[in-house]
């Protein structure tokens, strides 16, 4: 735990490539906080957005690289940082399985168990888990066992089991559609198509893995995957249920996202999880959802006030594109 006065509370963001906004709320943070911090990030790339908003930018080898860990290793012991946070699905697994190595170097990460993270990335294993469980999810099946059936139900959804962001998510209205564009999809497997209202939830597990508080956003439009239109929609029901999903399968700490439909006759139906911080996340920010100001009074021995609905409700927020302009050499 993290003593005051002793020195700059160095925060590392990995592969921060746009997240500006969560760079930004937790710089807020730590100003309101008056915590002394230094923000640093890593990309691959020099050009990421993010980067430009660091106070330190690190490009570093590809997350497939072997020597991606060991890199980052080096880069918080000589920086003493002290709070990782990852922002993508790809490099959650390797960041798991050598926390206590950051740990050993001071540094305190927000990253759920492999375990977990395994269950959140495979989604035939996050359907058994929740069907096991009790929660309601799309029926999910391999390409053989859906042509198998005498009386498919169309359309449906044809993705890559370890697929996100949307990416290789195909409707299919038919056998032959489905044969056609299974062929084309690597790892793809067969979800129900469900209709209804989709909810992305922000859910906050504090270090004592408590679920604390659930903020569901209606997506009220999608782009490449990313929410860009969201309300804040108060729910008591969905906020309860995410709640009871987020403890059965311990994740945390920190944010993760659970995705859901709201179906017209009430049935809330469970889709996908991710154990991090998602794109949409400035909207429960803002709606006073303050999940980097709690983690950081968590991490510095403060006890922060969290109210499990205490946020604002029907806030919107329209997203677009900005600009950062660098001088060319």
């Known amino acids: 735990m993290y003593q005051p006065g002793a020195g700059r509370f160095n ?3 990995t592969s921060v490539g746009r997240r ?8 807020r943070a730590a100003k309101l906080l008056k915590l002394p911090t230094q923000f640093f990030g890593t990309d691959a790339n020099e050009l990421s957005p993010a980067f430009q908003f660091c106070d330190n930018k690190l490009v570093v080898r590809s997350i497939k690289d072997k ?6 290793l080096k880069i918080v012991d000589k920086n003493k940082i002290k709070l990782l946070v990852p922002t993508i699905d790809t490099n959650l697994l390797m960041l798991a399985e050598n926390k206590e190595n950051f740990a050993a170097l001071g540094c305190y990460m927000l990253v759920s168990e492999p375990d977990i993270i395994h269950i959140c990335h495979d989604k035939r294993e996050a359907y058994h888990f929740m069907k096991k469980n009790g929660f309601d999810t799309p029926e999910t099946m391999t390409v053989r066992s859906a042509l198998a059936k005498k009386n498919l139900g169309w359309p449906a959804l044809l993705k890559p089991w370890d697929g996100s962001a949307s990416r290789g998510v195909t409707v299919v209205n038919n056998r032959q559609e489905l044969l056609v564009f299974s062929r084309r999809t690597p790892n793809c497997i067969i979800q129900e198509f469900v209709e209804g209202v989709e909810y992305t939830c922000d859910v906050y597990i504090d270090l004592d893995m408590n679920v604390r508080c659930v903020v569901p956003r209606k997506r009220i439009e999608v782009r490449a995957g990313e929410v860009s239109k969201g309300q804040v929609i108060k ?3 969905i906020m309860n249920r995410a709640a009871e999903l987020a403890k ?26 991710n154990p991090r911080f998602g794109g949409g996340v400035p909207l429960a920010i803002k709606a006073g959802a303050n999940f980097p100001k709690w983690i950081l009074e968590e991490l510095t021995g403060k006890k922060p006030r969290i109210k499990f609905d ?11 594109d900005a600009e950062v302009w660098l001088n060319g050499s």
């Open 20 to 27: 500006v906004s969560l760079l930004n709320s937790f710089r």
């Open 310 to 320: 205490g946020f604002k409700n029907n806030l919107i927020m329209l997203r677009y």
């Open 67 to 72: 020597g991606y860990i060991p890199d980052l």
């Open 235 to 237: 729910n008591k029901a």
């Open 11 to 13: 925060i590392l963001f």
């Open 248 to 273: 059965a399968l311990k994740a945390g700490p920190g944010v993760i996202t659970i995705q859901c439909f709201l179906r017209s006759n009430g049935k809330i139906v469970f889709s996908d999880i």
